[in-house]
């Protein structure tokens, strides 16, 4: 990857999101190749790369289930189904990020509760049930890291440092849990910097009183209304992209 990951110029951004259970975002970041031309964003279950003019990140994207052939036959329902796609998620969590997994998990709740107001006069809307319209929500991106462009530090690779993350198409959502202390210095500079330099960064900070039980309600007093409204922009409910994990077995 280099340092390819904030090219401005010509109005364009390049964004490498290093995320989950990793334990070297550098290394992780030096095995990522620059978008190939046509390409309109690079998704695993570890990094995201994608620019400005990229579509939304959520649950349907191609590239971050890896769902094995025999557990895909096994999830023959949508309820299993949802419930593979949801354990892929959470195994993104480190270990001891309890209020990373609270916060996840009330806001799959929420976005669930969320599709039963969505209405559609597309014809081929008879297809699809109200519940499948889960899988057209954002994608979170526990334990995120940011590649910092040059301007920070040329001489290594640095990372702004998020509980997770959001890209929604317009807006990069990064989120701070439990902010009730001040973050130390070196890691305050880089989010500082991140924020100076992307356009199209969002960062919200959670206070502590919001996750202090095991199901609190999610706080979407603190987002606005493209956020929760996911749907916009979509004629019909995009499904789990599992096409690629069946034609890579071959």
Not at 193 to 207: A, Q
Request: hydrophobic share 35%.
């Amino acid at each position: 990857m280099g340092r390819r990951s904030l090219c401005h110029g010509d109005g364009y951004i390049e964004t490498l999101v290093i995320y989950g259970i990793v334990s070297d975002p550098e290394t992780v970041a030096k095995k990522i190749r620059p978008l190939p031309k046509g390409a309109s964003y690079d998704l695993s279950n570890q990094h995201a790369l994608f620019t400005e003019n990229s579509p939304a990140l959520r649950l349907s994207s191609e590239g971050w289930m890896h769902f094995s052939p025999d557990a895909l036959i096994e999830a023959s329902n949508f309820q299993l189904l949802y419930n593979l796609t949801i354990e892929k998620i959470m195994r993104g969590i480190p270990p001891f990020s309890q209020s990373t997994r609270i916060f996840i998990n009330s806001y799959l709740k929420f976005m669930s509760e969320q599709t039963r107001e969505i209405t559609t006069t597309d014809p081929d809307a008879d297809i699809f049930s109200q519940e499948d319209w889960i899988y057209s929500i954002w994608l979170p991106m526990p334990n995120t890291n940011i590649l910092l462009s040059p301007g920070f530090n040329n001489e290594e690779l640095n990372f702004a440092e998020f509980d997770l993350s959001f890209w929604t198409g317009k807006k990069l959502i990064c989120i701070q849990l439990n902010q009730s202390n001040t973050p130390v210095k070196s890691k305050r500079n880089r989010i500082e910097y991140l924020g100076s330099t992307h356009p199209h960064i969002k960062i919200i900070e959670i206070p502590s009183n919001r996750l202090t039980n095991i199901d609190p309600a999610f706080p979407d007093d603190l987002f606005d209304e493209n956020f929760s409204r996911f749907w916009r922009g979509l004629k019909l409910p995009q499904g789990p992209n599992t096409q690629p994990i069946f034609a890579s077995s071959l």
